[in-house]
């Protein structure tokens, strides 16, 4: 065999669990970001007192794919003088970005496409600010007046954003002492608790820094259907569109995946050193699943067009043959070692789903917020909650190691400190708007500067 | 194997996005390719071990300073014709010049180790295997051995913002109803 | 048009940076302008520096129409005006009429007329608030309102037989006799409604960031809301206290007791809070209505051919919207000379300059939102 | 491990195009692009020498630079930024204030 073929041959087999790990996300990503939108629209039709999509596929659950055909199928409007190359690049950029960035992310303890990166969650946040060069540069290629507009508002909103989310990560790694992806989630084992509860303040404020990045409720302005149209996707359409939208949902996830890593620790069952729950805990995964298929079986019998019986049969079956593979390892003994990786996939992608499903439900009951108030609240709020919870979190660490403090009391003295001075700061803010309660909102105008 | 596969990669996304960087008439254009350099020297410094540079690079420079250019280009319309392109001699002298340094230069590199005695004397380089842990090591000496130039560094941003924005702020209209 | 491809042409070369006037259209078509009205906004930057309405786009001609209709085959017109409070139209116009011919309606069919129409100002309100808050960003809302407009859309639709264009009333008092399980369903719906308010406040009244949108936006005080002729909500909301149904009680308004709310400072937070205390308001009144809908003819003696005696009244009525007036001559014919109808959309459409003045792109939309207009209506 | 020389000639490279952008363009905003350019190629000998006497001195000065040209690009953009507003060119050679 000559030498390249050989060395080829040599690489693919060093790499090949990296390779399909990639794969695999490249492939199940537009699915998995289709099925999300589904259970997004779902939701908010649950929440508004109707049905949501019924019509394609029983319960709507072929949905996503009749849209993803949609979009394929429909024409690439290109505007008249747009500026070619960079239209048709923006969309890939924001794709691209938060593809790779979900790379170095780890689904479960042995699911995770590039092996302890030293600089985990620092290159899953640096790849994924890449993302918003995607939009600007959309919107600029665009040339409509709308979308330089959309376009300006949503990179400074994102950049913004970013510092906060930044300080609020760097607050959890201070209690993790590393960058990597495994070794954050073992410091969460070791302490016996999520970093939710020890930096609560750094939790919430990553919560409030990932919706405004990823655009989505309250601040999701850039696109604000009322004023922009529809920001600096106006004059995509089509396939191009749909890149952009798809970012959108993978940013997303990846956000949700960032925070269940660092902050409800990552694959972690819920009470991992309690060793009596082992058991119970274990099979959960496969009940619930089964529990589902199910329920599919019992609403196969009501659908009212015979192929949606089948279909529902379908998944019914789908889901006992997951459900299946999750029980196997607990029924005879030699499958025993994929149990961690199996049950810290689903528990990983559970807390995922609860992160998600927390955005959804503030983007259907929240009315959203006007430029001047999301920049204000961003710079005059977030960022320096963010920057004094750092320090908080720091003086924790050091009354717990240098004057032996418990740890739990350090933390609560802290956090007490921390919202004493987020009072102060949203008291300082409030005065400041009704003070200035002339005709014209006293507020900084950063567009026009 | 794969080291020379990626360095020739790199290295030639590098030059040639920085060529047409240099080329581009549209100031836009000229940013993208600029971008991409960036991202290229980044693949770069992954391949020398360095990889919390590689990240620096793309949070502060792609992530930061490009987005600083491309705002400006975008706030100042950029499409007014320019037609002043005729050909100019300072053009080609610039290249001239370019290409006798360049040539000096490799001219050192490539005989340095035939000149008797005081050749460019390239050390064997350390194994790759007993580097520290790059973030680690890099920390440790920032924080120890250069702490003062790191407080001066933040001293310097502060003044440039502060100065960037002085600079960039509109004169307040008196009219403001 | 000319004007306004030379306002962009000026636009265009100017640079982002260095324009000082930037028109933004809001045009016809546009999600937020509840209609087809369009809004040429003069920015700099963000922040309005003047707007200029652009209407007609729905202009019917229907006073023209009416010079060569007679006075019943005009009634139905009426409800195409606001297409949203149909009923409202069609009682001001026929008391209007009732008026000109002095003929009283029976007092059965006043109270069923009252209570009809306080059920239309409730649906009128709620739609008010879904597109409202809908502009605002609030999903929700919308649809919960729209689940009680059902309701009473339901019940239209049992008595008359339509839903939105209802021309429930005649000349002279009603067509249809009230159905037997009509007392039931309004009292069934009021019972709920109480429930779904809370629903409303919950959502949106003590929100912080709906406070913030609302809080001092389109601050129009009493002084302006008089001079511009504005009515209705926008008026109370600024501090006076005018209602016709208490100054000048028509139908069955004098026999039942509720309150006018009003506000203080007149910006959109106060509007809201009207409006909803106006849709409890109402809801007490068709509670008191139903316990006693007196028995009787439901039509008064008026013939088939109508000849009013030569002459010119005006009459006005307190619609969802503000006062909605008619002005009809007639010269003794059984078609009017001329009918002119006093629309409150229209006049009330003349603040939006007012208020949008300095504020930023986001408070025009909830600008718009407040004045609660019906472009059927401004444009008549 | 490619040797260093390969590193110096990309290096050289780089830093090369950067000075003919400087010296031939014509547009303020893509001279300062090229001096990034150049700042890159400065960079990059710094972390080859770096990753050759296995010494993180190296890459730290490279952060440095860094922050310095973030600190020069605010800078400099601020100053194309103002100087637009008043002149409305961003052309090099009209940038003759002196001359009267």
């Known amino acids: 065999m000559n030498p390249t073929a050989q060395a080829i041959l040599h690489f693919l087999l060093t790499w090949w669990v990296e390779i399909v790990c990639g794969v695999v996300i490249v492939a199940v990503l537009p699915l998995v970001a289709g099925y999300v939108v589904l259970v997004e629209r779902k939701l908010m039709a649950d929440m508004q007192a109707r049905l949501g999509p019924m019509r394609v596929g029983p319960h709507g659950l072929l949905q996503p794919i009749a849209d993803a055909v949609k979009l394929l199928i429909k024409e690439d409007i290109v505007p008249r003088d747009a500026d070619g190359l960079i239209f048709w690049f923006a969309p890939v950029i924001s794709m691209v ?63 913004s954003y970013e510092t906060a989310g930044g300080l609020a990560i760097v607050s959890a790694l201070l209690l993790s002492g590393t960058l990597k992806i495994r070794a954050i989630v073992d410091a969460q084992y070791d302490h016996h608790v999520w970093f939710g509860f020890l930096a609560p303040v750094a939790f919430f404020t990553y919560l409030v820094a990932s919706i405004a990045e990823t655009n989505r409720a309250p601040f999701d302005l850039p696109e604000a259907e009322s004023e922009l149209v529809a920001g600096y996707m106006t004059e995509y359409s089509g396939f191009r569109w749909a890149l952009y939208f798809l970012g959108e949902y993978a940013n997303m996830i990846v956000v949700g995946s960032v925070a269940t890593t660092l902050f409800l620790g990552g694959w972690l069952r819920p ?179 | 194997m794969l080291d020379s596969i990626l360095f020739y990669f790199f290295a030639g996304v590098a030059v040639l996005s920085a060529a047409l960087m240099v080329t581009r008439r549209n100031a836009m254009h000229c940013a993208v390719f600029l971008i991409t350099t960036l991202l290229a020297t980044a693949g770069i410094f992954l391949q020398l071990r360095a990889e919390f540079l590689f990240i620096a690079q793309i949070i502060l420079y792609v992530g930061g300073i490009m987005v600083l250019f491309i705002f400006v280009i975008m706030l100042v319309r950029l499409d007014v014709p320019i037609h002043q392109m ?91 109803s | 048009m000319a004007d306004t491809v030379q306002d962009n042409a000026t636009q265009q070369n100017g640079t982002l940076l260095g324009a000082d006037e930037l028109v933004l259209n809001m045009g016809p078509q546009h999600p937020s302008t509840h209609g087809v009205l369009r809004v040429k906004l003069k920015l700099d930057g963000e922040r309005v520096r003047g707007t200029e309405c652009v209407i007609g786009y729905l202009h019917r001609g229907v006073e023209k129409i009416a010079e060569n209709r007679s006075y019943q085959q005009f009634a139905p017109y009426v409800d195409r005006m606001d297409y949203v409070a149909a009923v409202s139209n069609g009682l001001g116009y026929c008391e209007a009429v009732e008026k000109l011919l002095n003929v009283e309606a029976p007092p ?76 039931k ?52 909301a600024s501090g006076v206290k005018w209602d016709l149904r208490k100054a000048q009680p028509y139908a069955a308004y004098d026999q039942y007791k509720f309150e006018i709310p ?104 909830a600008i718009i939102g407040t004045l609660d207009i019906v472009l059927g209506e401004v444009d008549r | 491990m490619m040797s260093p020389a390969h590193y110096l000639f990309l290096s050289l490279a780089l830093f090369l195009i950067g000075c003919i952008g400087v010296v031939t363009r014509r547009n303020v905003i893509v001279i300062l692009m090229s001096i990034e350019l150049i700042l890159n190629a400065v960079n990059i000998n710094l972390v080859l020498f770096s990753r050759i006497f296995g010494d993180a001195a190296g890459q730290v000065f490279a952060l440095f630079i860094i922050a310095d040209a973030a600190a020069e690009a605010a800078i400099g953009l601020g100053i194309i930024v103002a100087f637009f507003r008043n002149r409305e060119t961003v052309l090099a050679d009209e940038m003759d204030l002196l001359k009267w």
């Open chain 3, 108 to 183: 059965r069919a006043k109270v069923i007329r009252t209570i009809l129409t306080e059920l239309q100002r409730i649906a009128s309100h709620l739609i008010w608030l879904g597109t409202h808050a809908l502009d605002i960003g609030a999903l929700t809302p919308l649809f919960y309102c729209f689940r009680e407009r059902e309701e009473i859309l339901k019940i239209f639709e049992k008595y008359c037989g339509a839903r939105l264009t209802t021309h429930a009333f005649r000349i002279g008092g009603l067509q249809y006799e009230s159905y037997d399980s009509f007392e």
């Open chain 2, 86 to 176: 005729r050909f100019r001699l300072q053009k080609w002298v610039a290249v001239f010049v370019a290409l006798a340094l360049g040539f000096e230069i490799t001219t050192i590199l490539l005989f340095a180790r035939k000149l008797p005695g005081q050749g460019l004397f390239i050390q064997e380089s350390f194994p790759a295997d007993k580097l520290p842990p790059n973030s680690e090591a890099l920390a440790q000496s920032l924080f120890s051995g250069y702490l003062l130039p790191f407080e001066i560094a933040s001293v310097l941003l502060l003044v440039a913002m502060v100065g960037a924005v002085v600079m960039a702020k509109k004169k307040e209209r008196t009219d403001e």
């Open chain 3, 262 to 365: 009003t506000g203080t400072n007149g910006d959109t937070y106060d509007r809201y809070m009207v409006r909803m205390e106006e849709m409890r308001q109402s809801r007490l009144i068709c509670l008191q209505a139903i316990e006693n809908i007196p028995e009787g003819p439901i039509l008064g003696k008026v013939g088939k051919v109508l000849k009013p005696p030569a002459g010119e009244i005006y009459h006005s009525i307190e619609a969802p919207k503000g006062i909605l007036g008619y002005y009809i001559v007639s010269d003794g014919g059984t078609q009017p000379y001329r009918v002119r109808i006093r629309p409150p959309s229209f006049v009330n459409l003349q603040a939006l300059d007012k208020m949008t003045r300095g504020h930023l792109v986001a408070d025009v939309v």
């Open chain 1, 271 to 449: 009470f991992p050193s309690v060793h009596w729950l082992d058991k119970p805990l274990g099979v959960l995964p496969a009940l619930l699943i089964g529990g589902v298929g199910v329920y599919s079986i019992y609403r196969a019998g009501k659908q009212p067009v015979p192929i949606q019986t089948w279909f529902m049969w379908a998944v019914a079956l789908a889901c006992f043959a997951v459900a299946g593979i999750f029980a196997a390892p607990w029924v005879f003994a030699p499958l025993k070692f994929i149990i961690p990786g199996l049950n810290g996939a689903f528990w990983f992608l559970l807390k995922v789903g609860a992160y998600i499903y927390v955005f959804m439900w503030l983007r259907f009951t929240l009315p959203r917020y006007r430029f001047d108030q999301l920049m204000h609240l961003g710079w005059y709020i977030l960022i320096p909650l963010a920057i004094v919870n750092v320090f908080a979190v720091g003086v924790a660490l050091l009354l717990e190691s240098e004057f032996g403090w418990n740890r739990w009391l350090a933390l609560i003295v802290t956090t007490a400190f921390t919202l004493a001075i987020a009072l102060f700061l949203v008291r300082l803010h409030d005065k400041r708007t009704t003070a200035g309660s002339s005709a014209t909102a006293a507020t900084t105008d950063s567009y026009a500067g």
């Open chain 3, 185 to 236: 369903d309004v009292e069934r719906f009021c019972k709920d409604f109480e429930r779904h308010i809370q629903e409303y406040v919950d959502l949106l009244t003590g929100n912080s960031i709906w406070i913030g949108r609302t809080r001092n936006v389109g601050v129009l005080n009493a002084a302006d809301c008089i001079a511009i002729g504005a009515s209705g909500p926008i008026l109370r």
């Open chain 1, 97 to 159: 970005a938060a593809m790779t960035s979900m790379g170095a992310l780890a689904f479960g303890p042995t699911f995770q496409v590039a092996r302890d990166i030293n600089i985990g969650i620092l290159f899953v946040v640096g790849v994924s600010s890449l993302g918003f060069l995607g939009i600007i540069l959309g919107g600029w290629a665009s040339n409509s007046h709308y979308s330089i507009i959309g376009a300006i508002r949503s990179t400074a909103q994102l950049v």
